[in-house]
């Protein structure tokens, strides 16, 4: 019965995660700099799950694997006297879509949420068990 709560646990540690990396992406949609003042655009990050816990060996429950960097191009904006455009006066900006950031805003929010509920519901059972045994 404390697998199940392991397991929504799991699902509220990967979903909160992901949620750091959206609102990562969100605050870096403009960052055209590096840390140390270079042009470098921000590069959109994902959140990648697996299966299990590789650190106790369960094969329930799920895990950030990794914090990937998308792969897709840079947003190119036409900006001939911009400092960082190249020899055709584009610019490239991070490849951030505020949009698509909110509805896996969202989407996560929904997951944390549903995971909350089964380790509700898993306690009242719990309690239930207790209470018929006692």
């Not at 909160?16 to 960052?31: F, K, L, V």
């Not at 959140?47 to 792969?71: K, L, Q």
């Given at each position: ?98 949009m ?11 997951a ?21 045994l006692?």
């Amino acid at each position: 019965m404390f697998g199940a709560l392991d397991i929504s646990t799991s699902g509220l540690v990967a979903q909160r995660t992901r949620m750091d990396t959206i609102a990562e992406n969100m605050a870096n949609q403009h960052s055209t700099m590096d840390a140390n003042g270079n042009y470098a655009p921000f590069r959109r990050r994902l959140a990648v799950f697996s299966p299990g816990d590789p650190a106790t060996g369960n094969d329930m429950g799920v895990h950030v694997r990794e914090i990937m960097h998308d792969p897709a191009p840079f947003r190119k904006v036409h900006e001939p006297g911009h400092p960082h455009a190249d020899e055709q006066g584009y610019v490239e900006y991070p490849n951030v879509d505020p949009m698509m950031e909110m509805v896996n805003a969202i989407e996560a929010t929904r997951a944390y949420e549903a995971n909350i509920t089964a380790a509700e519901a898993t306690k009242a059972m719990i309690d239930s068990a207790l209470r018929l045994l006692g």
